[in-house]
C-alpha cells in the first residue's frame, strides 16, 4: 500500500465520470490531489469538444475543490497517435490508436507533466487494478468484466507502475456512477466517450481521405466474381463485417466478412466465415513490453483485440523485443499492426505488436 501522507497525485481529468471518481476517492484517501485536464491535438475537419469536456473537468476540480492545471500535448499527440494511426494504414496495418495514446500521451507527456510539477503520483479512470507483490507491480484486469481496460495498457513499466495508481479499478461501472451521484458531482450520468481516444468516434474512411486518396474499387467473392463495391482497400481489416455494397442486397443474406485485401489492385474480398489461422501458425510480435518476466515454453492467454475472449499459446522464442507465440487452437486471423496482449489468469504480463503470421510443423 501506498502512504498518503503528504504525497501528491496529479489525476488526469478529462471531463468524464470515471476520472471525476478516480480524483474524489483520491482525496477522501488523504493525497494531496491536482486535477489534470490533457489537452490533444484535433484536426480542423473534426467538431471540437475539447473546451466542454476541458470545462466540465473544471468544474469537477472546483466541486472537489482541487487545484486545476491544463498539461498540452497537442504535439505529442499529432506525432505519436495521429500520424502513427495514418501511417499504418497506408502500410496496409490496422493501428490501435489508444494503446499509443497511453504510451505516448498519458504515461508519457502527462507523466512528464507530473514530474515537472515534483508530483508523487499520476492517476487515471482507467479500469484496471495495480498491485505489488513480492516486489514486483501487477497490472490485473479490472473487477468489471465490461469495462476491463487492461488490454490498452500493455506498454507499461515497472518504473511507470510504481507511480501510477488506478483508484476505480475495484469496481463496477454501476457503484462509480452511483458515487459520483452520491458527491454531486455534474459527471455522474454523463454519457461514456467512444471511440478513438480523446477523439472519440471517427470514420475512417473520412478521417484518412484528408490524408490520402481512397478511390471505391471492387468486392469480390472467395472464387473472384465481382459482388460489390467499396470505398477504398486501404481502409478495411480482416473481420471487417461492413462498409462495403454487395450489389445483392438480401434479407436472407449471410453476414460476409473481409478474408483478404489486395491494395495494388484495390479490391477486397468477402467469405460468409471469418479469416482464420490454424493452430499450426505462430505469431511473430514486435516492439514488445514485458511487465513480468516470461520464459519459452511458457502457456498463457492471449488476446489479439478487445474484449476478445483469451486464447491459449505458448511462448516458443523470446528475442529482445520480439516474441513468438505458438497457438495451441485454430483462431480467427488477428490483422496485423494490431497488440496481442497476454494474460496468466487475471494477471496482463505484458504484449506486443502483431508483425506476421507463420505456418510452423510441429
Known amino acids: 500500500m501506498k502512504t498518503t501522507a503528504n504525497k501528491t497525485v496529479f489525476v488526469g481529468l478529462s471531463g468524464g465520470v470515471d476520472s471525476s471518481v ?42 472537489l475543490s482541487i487545484p486545476f492545471l491544463t498539461c498540452d500535448a497537442e504535439e505529442v499527440y499529432k506525432k505519436d497517435v495521429a500520424d502513427y494511426f495514418i501511417a499504418e494504414y497506408l502500410a496496409g496495418r490496422t493501428p490501435n490508436p489508444d494503446v499509443m495514446c497511453n ?23 482507467h479500469y484496471a487494478q495495480n498491485v505489488l507483490i513480492d516486489q514486483r ?13 487492461s488490454y490498452f495498457l500493455w506498454t507499461l513499466t515497472q518504473a511507470q507502475l510504481a507511480r501510477t495508481l488506478f483508484p476505480i479499478g475495484n469496481n463496477q461501472k454501476s457503484d462509480i456512477r452511483a458515487q459520483a451521484a452520491a458527491a454531486g458531482l455534474l459527471t455522474a450520468h454523463k454519457k461514456d466517450s467512444q471511440g478513438i481516444c480523446f477523439l472519440g468516434h471517427v470514420d475512417i474512411g473520412e478521417f484518412l481521405s484528408h490524408y490520402v486518396s481512397l478511390a471505391s474499387g471492387d468486392v469480390l467473392d472467395t472464387t473472384g466474381n465481382c459482388i460489390g463495391t467499396h470505398a477504398g482497400a486501404l481502409i478495411y ?10 450489389t445483392e442486397q438480401k434479407k436472407s443474406r449471410t453476414i460476409m ?56 499459446a505458448s511462448i516458443f522464442r523470446i528475442v529482445e523485443s520480439t516474441c513468438e507465440l505458438a497457438l495451441m487452437d485454430e483462431t480467427e486471423k488477428p490483422a496485423l499492426g494490431q497488440s496481442c496482449v497476454l494474460y496468466e489468469g487475471e494477471n496482463c504480463l505484458g504484449g506486443g505488436i502483431i508483425s506476421a503470421y507463420v505456418s510452423h510443423d510441429r
Not at 43 to 49: M, R, S, V
Not at 103 to 125: E, L, P, R, S
Open 237 to 246: 481489416t480482416l473481420g471487417q463485417r461492413q462498409g462495403f455494397t454487395l
Open 103 to 125: 504510451k505516448y500521451v498519458k504515461f508519457g507527456a502527462f507523466m512528464t507533466f507530473a514530474d515537472t510539477h515534483n508530483a508523487d503520483f499520476i492517476a487515471t479512470g
Open 22 to 63: 478516480a480524483a474524489l476517492r483520491l482525496k477522501q484517501q488523504g493525497y494531496n490531489v491536482v486535477g489534470v485536464f490533457i489537452k490533444v491535438w484535433q484536426p480542423d475537419f473534426l467538431t471540437c469538444n475539447w473546451e466542454r469536456e476541458r470545462l466540465d473537468a473544471m468544474r469537477v476540480a472546483a466541486k
Open 257 to 312: 466478412y473481409v478474408v483478404d485485401r489486395d491494395f495494388k489492385r484495390n479490391t477486397i474480398t468477402v467469405a460468409a466465415t471469418r479469416p482464420a489461422i490454424a493452430s499450426s501458425h505462430h505469431l511473430i510480435l514486435s516492439k514488445c513490453n514485458f511487465i513480468q518476466p516470461l520464459q519459452t515454453g511458457q502457456t498463457l492467454g492471449i488476446q489479439t483485440r478487445y474484449r476478445q475472449t483469451p486464447l491459449l
Open 137 to 149: 507491480y501487477q497490472l490485473k484486469r479490472g473487477i468489471d468484466k465490461n469495462k476491463d481496460q
